[in-house]
């Protein structure tokens, strides 16, 4: 059984001050907020690649700067057929603003896990939230986090 969120960490490479909290009131603070860009993929002829459907292809990905090198930091959705509920986040506005979150839970023998929950939420005009649970792509893409989180000064453990 799950014990709920301990850290919610929320940021933006611009901002100066770092803080945590809960996600009650991750909404709330003026410290880092991270941000994740929907792009869509092109042929080499600049084309949009379509997908089985008929519709866009696009990567998810956190633009960052690495030892002055610009880089990203790929995400995807936690399940093989979330690109549609993605993309519902998407389509509100092409960034979205990602929230982490660790978490630990007890399996029935008492071992504990602990593990991160990303997930991306964007509101529309009506004021609906949208969001979806993604995942770092790759295991780099996690390190890649993880060291981009450390420049910015955010302490948060990634799993």
């Known amino acids: 059984m799950a014990n709920g969120t301990k ?13 945590t909290a809960t996600a009650e009131t991750a909404a709330e603070m ?5 941000f994740i860009e929907r792009r869509l993929i092109t042929d080499k002829f600049n084309k949009p690649i379509q997908n089985a459907q ?20 790929d995400f995807a959705p936690k399940d ?12 509100v ?8 979150s660790e978490t ?7 071992r504990k896990t602990h593990f991160n929950s990303y997930t991306v939420r964007n ?6 939230p949208w969001e979806y649970n993604v995942k770092p792509q790759r295991d780099s893409d996690k390190c ?12 948060v453990t990634i799993y």
Do not use: H
């Open 30 to 34: 003026n410290g880092v907020r991270l």
């Open 144 to 155: 890649l986090l993880k060291t981009w989180l450390k420049i910015l000064g955010v302490t």
């Open 123 to 128: 509101v529309d005009e009506n004021g609906i």
């Open 7 to 19: 850290k919610t960490v929320t940021d933006n490479a611009t901002a100066e001050t770092v803080e």
């Open 104 to 110: 630990e839970s007890e399996s029935n023998s008492g």
């Open 93 to 100: 506005d092409e960034k979205a603003e990602l929230f982490i």
């Open 54 to 73: 008929g519709g866009n292809m696009y990567a998810y990905e956190m633009p960052c700067v690495l030892q002055g090198k610009k880089t990203k930091i």
């Open 80 to 91: 093989n057929g979330g690109y549609e509920p993605l993309d519902f986040v998407f389509n």
